[in-house]
């Protein structure tokens, strides 16, 4: 057992050691709505598109956090039951017959994002509800709701400020929990939710400036409400109709430029400081980085000898291993210059290896007697039955 | 310097501060007030309505309420129509037929239906009726609140509402098919505007009376009610929206803005309110419709079927259509669906936007915290009166404080140091007494019956000339029962009337603005009625003058006035106050007769006593 551990240990030690590396090992998104109510479908609306885009370009349901505090398909108020849309035409059901949510209702609340950020989660918590990421995955995490100044709204009951976000994503880094992170959020005065960002390698965008309302796009005069917000509408056509597949090269900065102030009717921002190299490396990144999926295999360097690495870990272990032979095999000297001598049949037991020890057979002492009962018993049962059935038809 | 000067001449001058700066500030007090009334309309001082309630969403949805199902409005009017004009049936046969009609209707549409008779007595008329409806259960929804849609067979202005109803039964069968009602719907088919609707929501709360039948079928909370008159046989031009309920209460302004929002925005009809058809927005017209508004609050009767669901806190708009125009009963159809998804949307009750306010054009209102003020400085002007005639008494021993100026130091400081002793028990218990005896007409005008009315109108004209003055000779002179009245004793008469008189109109103001803003009104010469002192022919000739103005603005007077200016009976406006008083829950009455009456009386009692 002990050899094992000591194995993870080592493969945990080798994912640690190539966290900062240009590469990213797998795709994780935290989708989140923060608003409930019937007039809010947009909000729900914005984060199933997302939902839809990022499962189209591979990321599958287990590395998709999806966070619904209200279920608009099965609002008594929705016509066409069962359905979500985010376009008046309602040429796709974003409902459909494949999703998983997994916060639903109240469970959206702040501390429920903020442990699943930092994965401050129990241990019953199941892995759906888990974060998963590590030190080599690139993180989306999308927010749309009823935000102000510095704060995003959850729920009519709490509000997230822009230091909790900071503080979540900077104990993220601590813990090796991303490799480059993606922050997109819609929603009113969006932008100063990431002023506060301090943790490296984080491009963050939002909707709006400070002081301007964040607005939606149209409504559906069936459904009778708002089905979608500009910005978010925007960005989805933008990976809709431009990055049909996941092997698309372009990059965040061809989705940046793609905004149009006089579409959104309010200031996109973005912000690079965070990231290594800045804006001008920051624009390379493929938006499949980050809304696609990728199955790239991290090969540790095999040459390498600084502590930690695998070379010197499997140097340590056989070094390990020869010892712990080495041991035994004194023992077994001792054990053996004790036979001789005393010639005790017990202690000979001592030396056999453990592997040698079989299932015992369990004893057969008294089998006839144990059958001769177990008939009996059987015996006596259908004897019961019997009388029974026939004593109950004639009282019947 | 100059200041403190003042504040030494302020103190040291007891007449000033006692007699002549109430009665300044007063004075001003009234006329701040009425200003403060007549700036509302301008556009600084009111506001542009907006719809408050995110939820509510108007006119977001689109109204499918057309084509075949004008078809089916025709059907159904037709069937109603044979019923009604079919000559060989008496009256009573008609309105079985009819009610069987509407059962029929109902059911086949699929909804629940039921019936509820219920008889009221007032004022020896006796007002029966039946009321029908049906429930269409919220598919998807989970029955625990409800939206009214009343359409009574006779309007508020009683006319047959054949439209109306036909309406009420064709939205019931559309209704019924589409699956997004989040709460049940509720259609009620009241006999009258008048009397059904009250008790058919007495009996919902389960409050109504004996000769009220309980209601078979129920559901869950009601959000907001919507009643449809459309007595014309022709197309219309306009929605008139009556919102005013019982007592000056009145519905939430979201339910009136959703309601102009949608006819307006939506469907292209122009909104009325007030019966001011043709407002062109200047100051003229938004003042004279704030004056309505505030007439039929004061007043505190229903003005239309809606107006009995707002006691229960239910809110509820009557829509009338008015004019000859383009619309037809499918526009309004359309409407009223576009109102039941708004309110469908609803997820708590109504209570963003203001229950307090008064409306100058149908986007146009100012809200309780600008208002107010103007209706409380009326009620404090008798306030602060009432409190200096507390201090005066007792500082004064005496009313007539001008001296020779020889005396005048010593005098002063006698009078300052010598702190004067209350004389209470006769002025409290005359102002208590009078108060009480304003039970005496409150129960016969809301007991006898009614064709007793105008006779009694006039005794107790009669009476407020006679009382005053016998009370005011028996006070001055004792006529053997008392020792005559000191000069303290007629300043804490006023003073205890003046108070109880403060009190209550600044407590009615912040219930029922507009009552307390007219009573107020009426009640201003309260404040400068005072036994007057001099030589005795212009004393009798100015007290005289006074008595005749006062008995002019006595409460049966002003009555009589109104009913002569708008050519109505005393009778009727009796009759309806006292059906009012025993089916509505209307507390104008009291306010009448307990409050202002007696404060008048106490008025002319003081200016009587001056005569003799």
Known sequence: MALLSRFLQAFALLFLVIAVSAEHTSNWAVLVSTSRFWFNYRHLANVLSLYRTVKRLGIPDSQIILMLPDDMACNPRNAFPGTVYSNADRAVDLYGDNIEVDYRGYEVTVENFIRLLTDRLDEDVPRSKRLGSDAGSNVLVYMTGHGGDQFLKFQDAEEIGAWDLADAFGQMWEKKRYHELLFMIDTCQANTMYTHFYSPNIVATGSSEIDQSSYSHHADNDVGVAVIDRWTYYVLEFLETQVTSVTSKLNLGDLFDSYDESKIHSQPGVRWDLFPGGEQEGRLRTVVDFFGNVQNVEVENANATEPGSLKEDLAEIARLVEKWQKRDEEYADVLSARNTTDDSPTASLHLKPKGRVGPTKMAEDGSWGKRLVGITVVGACTAIWIAGSVLGRKSV | ?612
Not at chain 2, 37 to 61: C, D, H, K
Not at chain 2, 167 to 184: C, E, I, M, Q, V
Request: glycine share 8%; hydrophobic share 45%.
């Open chain 2, 1 to 612: 310097m100059a200041l403190k000067s003042a504040i030494r001449n302020l103190r040291s001058n007891p007449h000033l501060l006692f007699v002549r700066l109430p009665k300044l500030l007063s004075l001003l007090c009234i006329v701040v007030g009425v200003a403060w009334l007549l700036l509302l309309p301008l556009n600084e001082y009111s506001r542009r309505t907006y719809i408050s309630e995110n939820a509510l969403l108007p006119g977001q949805v689109h109204a499918y309420f057309t084509g075949s199902e004008q078809n089916i409005f025709r059907g159904y009017k037709k069937e109603l129509q044979a019923i009604l004009n079919d000559e060989t049936k008496d009256k009573s046969e008609v309105t079985a037929g009819v009610s069987d009609k509407v059962q029929s209707i109902f059911e086949e549409a699929g909804l629940k239906f039921a019936r509820q008779n219920y008889e009221y007595n007032s004022a020896g008329n006796t007002h029966e009726g039946e009321n029908s409806y049906a429930i269409i259960h919220a598919p998807r929804g989970d029955a625990t609140e409800a939206i009214v849609l009343v359409a009574p067979w006779l309007t508020a202005d009683d006319k047959l509402n054949l439209n109306g109803v036909t309406l009420a039964l064709t939205l019931a069968r559309y209704f019924k098919r589409w699956s997004l009602w989040s709460k049940d719907i509720i259609f009620l088919i009241t006999p009258d505007s008048k009397t059904g609707t009250q008790a058919w929501i007495d009996a919902y709360h389960d409050m109504h009376p004996a000769s009220v039948q309980p209601l078979p079928l129920k559901s869950g909370a009601l959000q907001g009610a919507l009643v449809i008159e459309y007595p014309l046989e022709h197309r219309f031009q306009t929605l008139h929206i009556v919102y005013d309920g019982v007592n000056g209460q009145l519905p939430n302004l979201d339910l009136f803005n959703t309601a102009v929002s949608i006819a307006g925005g939506q469907m292209g009809i122009g909104a009325n309110l007030q019966e001011m058809w043709n407002h062109d927005d200047s100051y003229e017209h938004r003042l004279q419709t704030m004056v309505r508004g505030m007439t039929k609050q004061g007043l505190g009767y229903a003005t239309g079927a809606h107006s009995s669901f707002m006691p229960y806190h239910i809110d509820a708009i009557t829509l009338q259509t008015k004019g000859e125009g383009w619309e037809d009963e499918m526009a309004l159809g359309r409407t009223i669906e576009s109102l039941c998804r708004s309110l469908n949307n609803l997820l708590e009750h109504l209570h963003q936007s203001f229950f307090f306010y008064l409306l100058m054009q149908s986007n146009r209102f100012v809200s309780i915290g600008t208002y107010l003020p103007s209706a409380m400085l009326l009620a404090g002007n008798f306030t602060i009166m009432a409190i200096a005639l507390w201090m005066r008494t007792g500082y004064y021993p005496e009313s007539k404080p001008v001296q020779s100026k020889g005396e005048k130091a010593s005098a002063e400081k006698a009078k300052t140091s010598n702190i004067a002793e209350r004389k209470l028990a006769l002025p409290l218990s005359l102002v208590v007494g009078l108060h009480l005896l304003g039970l005496v007409p409150l129960w016969v005008f809301n007991n006898i019956s009614h064709q007793y009315f105008t006779t009694i109108t006039y005794v107790v004209l009669g009476v407020d000339i006679i009382l005053p003055l016998s009370l005011a000779a028996i006070l001055s002179n004792g006529l053997g029962l008392s020792k005559p009245l000191i000069p303290q004793q007629y300043h804490l008469i006023k003073s205890f009337s003046l108070l109880l008189l403060g009190l209550s109109l600044s407590t009615l103001a912040t219930l029922n603005f507009s009552l307390s803003f007219i009573i107020g009104l009426l009640c201003t010469p309260l404040s400068f009625m005072a036994r007057l002192q001099g030589p005795a022919p212009a004393r009798l000739a100015t007290s005289g003058l006074g008595l005749i103005l006062l008995n002019l603005l006595s409460p049966p007077t002003v009555l009589l006035g109104v009913c002569w200016y708008t050519n109505v009976s005393v009778e009727t406006v009796l009759t309806e106050a006292a059906f009012g008083w025993d089916v509505w829950g209307m507390w104008t009455q009291v306010v009448v007769w307990c409050v202002w009456w007696p404060a008048w009386l106490i008025g002319g009692v003081l200016l009587g006593s001056s005569i003799f």
